[in-house]
Nanobody, 115 residues
Framework: QVQLVESGGGLVQAGGSLRLTCLAS????????MGWYRQAPGKQRELVASISSGGGTIYANDVKGRFTISRDSAKNSVYLQMNSLKPEDTAVYYC?????????WGQGTQVTVSS
């Protein structure tokens, strides 16, 4: 079993920055990927960014150039640095980790960007 704990969400003004952290614990043998998804009210959950075990990254088009995903394999952690935040980035952000191709989810952390 894998447990994920997110932190770093909060309220920020447009143009500001936040850094999300996800700490994974449990049976972490053979992590395939780590990433962040978000879900705004009334919308489907969507991929924000992911990073593979080899370090390859994928970003949603509307966060490219503003968000940066990184990981610390030694700490089983994944981070999301969010800069130039916009009101449309407001959502609950979820950490996702695939271990042996089984997905695990965190409880979510609220990010609210005021205009």
């Amino acid at each position: 079993q894998v447990q994920l704990v997110e932190s770093g969400g909060g309220l920020v003004q447009a143009g500001g920055s936040l850094r999300l952290t996800c700490l994974a614990s449990g049976n972490m043998f053979r992590i395939n990927s780590m990433g962040w998804y978000r879900q705004a009210p009334g919308k489907q959950r969507e991929l924000v960014a992911s990073i593979s075990s080899g370090g390859g990254t994928i970003y949603a088009n509307d966060v490219k150039g503003r968000f940066t995903i990184s990981r610390d394999s030694a700490k089983n952690s994944v981070y999301l640095q969010m800069n130039s935040l916009k009101p449309e980035d407001t959502a609950v952000y979820y950490c996702n980790v695939a271990v042996r191709y089984i997905p695990y989810w965190g409880q979510g952390t609220q990010v609210t960007v005021s205009s």
